[in-house]
C-alpha cells in the first residue's frame, strides 16, 4: 500500500475523494479539447465545403453567361445586311445596324448585350504611319512625351527590318529587358498582339475604367457591370483588317449621326458580345470580325475570334 491509497475493507486498494475527483477533472478536461478540436475541424470542413459551393456556383455563373454571349454573337450574324429602318428614329433594338449602339437581347437564363461597329471606320495597324500612330496614342491616354517612343516601338515590332527607330526597340532592346521574345517582324494577325509591345498595357489596350456610365446611355444601369472596352482605347481605334489607312475625321470631330451608319458590301465589322446570368455576375465577352459578303451562299466570313 502506497501513501495516495487505502486498504478496502474487502482487502482491495481504493483512492481517496480527492484522487478520484483529480483524475475526473484530468478526463473531462480532456474530452472538451477533443470536442473542441472535433468542433474545429468540423468548422474548417463547413467553410472548405461552402467556399468550394460558391466557386462551383460562380464557375456556372461564367459558363452561362459566356454562352449567352455566344447567343449575342449569333443574333447579330443573324441580321447581318438588314436594311436600314424607314423609320429613322426606330429603336436599335428594332433594326440592327453597325452604328456601335448596344442592344440587348433577353433570354431565359440571361441577357446578352451586342455592340456592332465597322472596322472600315478603324485605323490599320499595320499600314499606319508615324503620324497617325502618335494621334492614336495620345487619343488613348499616353502622355504626350511618351505618344513618340511608343509608337516609335510599335513600329519596330511590325516592321521587317532590325534597325531600330530613335526612339524604338528591336531584338537586343528586349533581350535587355529579360524578354524571351522579340518584334514581330511582319502584320499583326490579331489586334491583341501589341499587348506583346513593351509599355502597352491592358489599361492602354483596352480603356477598362475610363468609361462612364453616361457613355450607355440607351441600357439600364444593370448593363454598366459589363466590362465593356472603351471606344478611346488602342482596340477601340485601331485594326488589323479594315481597309482604311488614313485617321478618319470622326476621330477627330463629333462622330457623325449612328442613323446614318449602315452595312456596306464588303466591309468588315467588329461584334462585341456580352453576356450575363439572371443570377448575376460573373460576366463574359465574345469578339467577332466579320466581313459582310452580301451576296453568295454565306452573308459573312469570320475573320477572327476572341473570348475578351
Known amino acids: 500500500m502506497n501513501g495516495r491509497t487505502r486498504l478496502h475493507p474487502t482487502g482491495r486498494e481504493f483512492a481517496p475523494p480527492g484522487i478520484v475527483s483529480d483524475r475526473r477533472g484530468v478526463v473531462l478536461v480532456a474530452v472538451l479539447w477533443i470536442c473542441a478540436l472535433i468542433m474545429w475541424f468540423a468548422l474548417q470542413i463547413s467553410a472548405q465545403t461552402r467556399l468550394q ?3 462551383r456556383m460562380e464557375s456556372i455563373r461564367k459558363s452561362q453567361a459566356t454562352h449567352l454571349a455566344i447567343g ?3 443574333e447579330a450574324l443573324a441580321r447581318i445586311g438588314q436594311s436600314p429602318p424607314v423609320n429613322a428614329d426606330a429603336p436599335p433594338d428594332l433594326n440592327w445596324q453597325p452604328d456601335g449602339r448596344p442592344r440587348i437581347v433577353e433570354y431565359r437564363t440571361g441577357v446578352a448585350m451586342v455592340i456592332i461597329s465597322s472596322d472600315d471606320r478603324r485605323v490599320n495597324i499595320n499600314t499606319t504611319n508615324l503620324t497617325q500612330l ?3 496614342l495620345e487619343m488613348a491616354g499616353t502622355p504626350e512625351g511618351q505618344s513618340e517612343k511608343l509608337a516609335d516601338t510599335i513600329l519596330d515590332f511590325i516592321d521587317q527590318d532590325d534597325t531600330p527607330r530613335m526612339l524604338g526597340a528591336e531584338q ?7 524578354l524571351n521574345y522579340g518584334p514581330l517582324n511582319g502584320p499583326l494577325t490579331s489586334l491583341d498582339q501589341l499587348l506583346l509591345v513593351p509599355g502597352i498595357t491592358e489599361r492602354l489596350f483596352y480603356g477598362y475604367g475610363t468609361e462612364t456610365p453616361d457613355m450607355l446611355p440607351d441600357v439600364p444601369e444593370i448593363y454598366w457591370k459589363f466590362l465593356v472596352p472603351s471606344k478611346n482605347s488602342l482596340f477601340g ?3 488589323v483588317h479594315g481597309k482604311g489607312t488614313s485617321l478618319p475625321t470622326n476621330f477627330q470631330q463629333e462622330e457623325p449621326d449612328p442613323r446614318l451608319l449602315t452595312w456596306e458590301a464588303g466591309g468588315t465589322y467588329r461584334i462585341l458580345s456580352f453576356g450575363m446570368s439572371r443570377n448575376g455576375p ?3 465577352g465574345i469578339w467577332l470580325t466579320v466581313r459582310f459578303a452580301h451576296e453568295g451562299s ?3 466570313q469570320i475573320l ?3 473570348i475578351l
Do not use: F, H, I, S
Not at 537586343?172 to 529579360?178: E, F, K, M, S, V
Open 53 to 55: 459551393g460558391e466557386d
Open 72 to 74: 449575342g454573337c449569333y
Open 134 to 136: 502618335k494621334q492614336v
Open 172 to 178: 537586343n532592346d528586349y533581350t535587355r529587358a529579360g
Open 237 to 239: 481605334l485601331l485594326t
Open 282 to 284: 460573373p460576366t463574359a
Open 298 to 300: 454565306n452573308m459573312y
Open 304 to 306: 477572327g475570334r476572341k
